[in-house]
């Protein structure tokens, strides 16, 4: 197998504890953002998403913030649980027929 | 609901072989992606299709690879001849004009 790749950054957290995420996108002209959860063996799950006209959106004990001015994304999680434990990838999207351009992604461990 | 489909979700063939992973996407969506996985390069976008027609294909490696899309309910991605380094998990993911992308589970493919 690999003996190298990506080095992923990781976030260690103790569970019952808020984690927070961050992300740094690239485009300016990006007015599309989301965030998604990869377990092990499993594909990207949609977690939350926001349009560049607003700077705070809540769901479910999860909260994304965007700061349009310094390009940065970030994903808070409320009362962190083992099962929040997986990678977390931010992604960016232009305006019209254009894909996401996603991040390298995150790895969140949450310490029982 | 069922999400994105994928099949096979496991395949390990020998070098030189024809591989062909297969895609159903969320009924009602018309943007189609597939993406390669892997620990070295991390989630990379090969080609996608909107209303059934490819319109990016850059991501796509050499011409061992093509995909198609044949109508909207159905996508292949194939390679011929594969190569250890095709070894990978390969998504699909669909979205309708709301942007969001939901990922199948993935074919994790292993080429000896």
């Known amino acids: 197998g690999e003996s190298v790749g990506l080095h992923l950054p990781t976030l260690s957290v103790q569970e019952g504890d808020n984690s927070i995420i961050n992300c740094a996108y690239s485009?300016?002209?990006?007015?599309?953002f989301i965030w998604y959860k990869q377990e092990s063996g499993k594909g990207p799950q949609f977690i939350i998403d926001?349009?560049?006209?607003?700077d705070k959106r809540q769901g479910q004990r999860v909260t994304v913030l965007l700061n349009k001015t310094v390009k940065h994304l970030s994903l808070q999680i409320a009362a962190t649980q083992p099962g929040d434990s997986a990678v977390y990838f931010c992604?960016?999207?232009?305006?019209?027929?254009?894909?996401?351009?996603f991040g390298k992604g995150t790895r969140l461990s949450v310490i029982a | 609901d069922a999400g994105v489909i994928q099949s096979p979700r496991h395949e390990v063939t020998e070098m030189g072989q024809e591989v062909t992973l297969r895609c159903k996407p969320i009924?009602?969506?018309?943007?189609l992606f597939w993406y390669r996985q892997t620990m070295m390069r991390g989630l990379e976008l090969l080609i996608y299709?909107?209303?059934?027609?490819?319109?990016?294909d850059s991501g796509m490696p050499e011409d061992r690879f093509s995909a198609k899309m044949p109508n909207a309910s159905f996508s292949t991605l194939k390679i011929q001849p594969s190569e250890p380094r095709d070894s990978a998990v390969y998504f699909c993911?669909?979205?309708?004009?709301?942007?969001?992308?939901?990922f199948g589970p993935g074919t994790r493919l292993t080429v000896l």
């Open positions: 993911a669909s979205s309708s004009v709301t942007d969001t992308q939901y």
């Open positions: 485009n300016s002209a990006s007015d599309y």
């Open positions: 926001i349009r560049s006209n607003m």
């Open positions: 992604a960016e999207k232009g305006s019209g027929n254009t894909p996401l351009v």
């Open positions: 009924s009602g969506h018309n943007s």
């Open positions: 299709f909107n209303n059934n027609v490819p319109i990016d």
